[in-house]
Each structure stands twice: as C-alpha cells, then as structure tokens.
C-alpha cells in the first residue's frame, strides 16, 4: 500500500459449499505494485467489500478494469483509475466480426499507443513521460475525435458502438497513463499474475473451503513475489522455514526482504553443500 501506483484484477474459483453437496463461485484477487510484489486476497463473492478492503485509504494510481466494485475507491482524494489499453482493444478486436473496416481502424490506432510504449521500454520514468506526451498525445486526441464521429455512423447496439461508448466512458482513465512514466499503458501485468490461477484451476478445480481459499493465496503470494524479486522459490521456502523460528522481524522473511537479507547466505551455504557433495564423489 506504499507503492505509488498499484496493478489489480480478479477470477474466479469454485468453491465447494460447506455441509451441502453442491458449490459456489468465490474470487481470487491480485493486487501488485511496481517492485512486483504479489498479494492475493480470496473473497467468497465478487462484491464490492473485496477490494473495499484492502485499497480503503489508498490514494495512490490504480491499474484496474471497468468493474463498478472499484468506483467507491476511486474518490476526491482517494485513488485515482489508470484504465487499460489492452482490455479497451478486446471490444474493437470483437467488434471485427460485423464492422470489419471500422473496428480495425481503432485496431490499427491502438496498435501505434503500443509501438510508442515498446520503443520507450528502455527510457527512464520522465524520459517516457516526455515520449508519451510528444507521440502519444496527439494520437489520442485524433482517435478520440474519430470515435466521437464513428459513434453517428454505427447502429446503438452493435458491437462496434458497445465498444466505442466503453472507450468514451473510460476515457479520462485510459489517457491518465500520459501522467507519470510509471504508469502502463495496460493492465497486462495483472493478468499475468492471475494467469497462475486461471491455470492452477484446471488441475486442481477447486478450493474445498474458504479457509483453503485463505491458505492458497498467502503461499501464492509468497511464490510469485520471490519469483518477481528473483529468488529461487524452493530456495526461499526452504531457507524462511529454516528461520522463523527465530526471526522477529518478519519483514525479512518476505521475499523482497529476503533477497536483502539472507539470499546470498543461503546460496553460499548450497554452494559449499555442492563441493562437499561433489568432494566425495
């Protein structure tokens, strides 16, 4: 909750019901900062109560979706909305089926936001921000006006105008990434987080209890952070189970915390268990 700007999302799970035969749809959510620390909540529904409670007080950016559950987090003097680029292009990708012509139109336009964003990747914060404001800028003023002036020539409920009227109504937040070369232009890096459960769910297919649900998110919070901080998952839990015990400050045992504090200590002590294995060969 420190982090300037945060990326969030969420999925679904099944989950069995408690003394019945039979089961519910219960939610897991991600929510990410810039220096790729994963926490994951689970929520037996998908109300607003959910991330109510974890960004009450946040005031920082948020990458997030349409969804109406984050809109009471998004206040005068809450936590601002950074819309996304690529969940915006999925309507007009859709709406190719029946205004070929039109839909990729706005494909193509999108297209050159992203081209922008690769060809500043190397560029420090403001260095990008400069970028985005001198080639970005004027593209979406010009597609902005294109969608205005599409949105007279395409019937109210075709898919084209649905995902013209999305655009318009998020514009605000779709262009707030041009504020701060921290900020994404998509939210991709949250589903990528949530990719491991989406995946996850195929083998093991459900949670048994809320309680389970409870116990799977901490360990994936602690896996896809060491992965993010670059620590070897089986490395770190071996070594933090070895510590905490002891260990009273328990923000060295998180994975960012451990890679300062005892990651080169535990790969010296494997890199002498190696020469001792291999010594006696």
């Known amino acids: 909750m420190s982090s300037d700007a945060i990326h969030t999302d969420d999925t679904g799970v099944t989950l069995v019901q408690r003394g019945s035969i039979g089961s519910s749809k219960g939610h897991v959510w991600i929510y990410l900062d810039l220096e790729g620390r994963h926490f994951y909540d689970f929520t037996e529904s998908r109300s607003a109560d959910g991330p109510l409670k974890i960004l009450k007080g946040y005031d920082g950016y948020i990458h997030a979706d349409a969804f109406p559950g984050y809109d009471q987090v998004f206040t005068p003097g809450g936590a601002t909305e950074v819309a996304c680029w690529a969940h915006t292009r999925r309507y007009f990708v859709k709406a190719e089926a029946t205004d070929p012509e039109l839909a990729k139109e706005a494909v193509d336009q999108i297209r050159e936001l992203f081209l922008i964003e690769r060809a500043g990747e190397d560029l420090d914060p403001d260095a990008l921000r400069d970028l985005r404001i001198r080639e970005a800028g004027p593209r979406l003023l010009a597609f902005k006006a294109w969608l205005e002036l599409t949105a007279t020539k395409v019937l109210p409920k075709c898919p084209l105008a649905a995902a013209i009227t999305y655009a318009l109504n998020q514009w605000d937040a779709l262009v707030r ?21 989406a995946v996850g769910r195929k083998n093991w297919l459900f949670y048994q209890s809320d309680t389970g649900g409870q116990t799977a998110v901490i360990l994936m919070s602690l896996l896809e952070s060491a992965k993010a901080a670059g620590a070897n998952p089986r490395t770190y839990f071996r070594d933090v189970m070895t510590r905490i015990a002891t260990e009273t400050d328990v923000g060295k045992l998180t994975p960012h915390g451990w890679m300062t504090h005892f990651a080169a200590e535990a790969e010296a002590r494997s890199e002498r268990a190696l020469r001792t294995i291999c010594a006696s060969l």
């Open 177 to 197: 990434y041009l504020d701060d070369g921290r900020l994404r232009v998509d939210n991709n890096a949250a589903e990528r987080a949530m990719r491991p459960i």
